[in-house]
Nanobody
Framework: QVQLVEAGGGLVQPGGSLRLSCAAS????????MGWFRQAPGKQRELVAA???????NYADSVKGRFTISRDNAKNTVNLQMNSLKPEDTAVYYC?????????WGQGTQVTVSS
């Protein structure tokens, strides 16, 4: 059974930082390109960062230069370092495969950027 468990969200002021983590189980993690997605109220879920099994990264224009995705294949984890956060980054953040087969979504982790 595949499980994706996200953690690390919270309330942060504009300009602040957060580090999200995602632990995957039940899959051969190293085989998959992984991604971080977010969904803001009333909006569709969007892919904001992706990392291939070899460590090649890609970012949405809205987060480029502020967010950094990384992975540890030995620990089956994928992380998202978020710096210079803006109110428009407020959303529930999820991890999943970046493309192709998608597994059941986890519960996500709420990120709120507000003063």
């Amino acid at each position: 059974q595949v499980q994706l468990v996200e953690a690390g969200g919270g309330l942060v002021q504009p300009g602040g930082s957060l580090r999200l983590s995602c632990a995957a189980s039940g899959i051969i993690f190293s085989r998959y390109a992984m991604g971080w997605f977010r969904q803001a109220p009333g909006k569709q879920r969007e892919l904001v960062a992706a990392i291939t099994s070899e460590g090649i990264t890609n970012y949405a224009d809205s987060v480029k230069g502020r967010f950094t995705i990384s992975r540890d294949n030995a620990k089956n984890t994928v992380n998202l370092q978020m710096n210079s956060l803006k109110p428009e980054d407020t959303a529930v953040y999820y991890c999943n495969t970046a493309w192709g087969v998608r597994f059941d979504w986890g519960q996500g982790t709420q990120v709120t950027v507000s003063s």
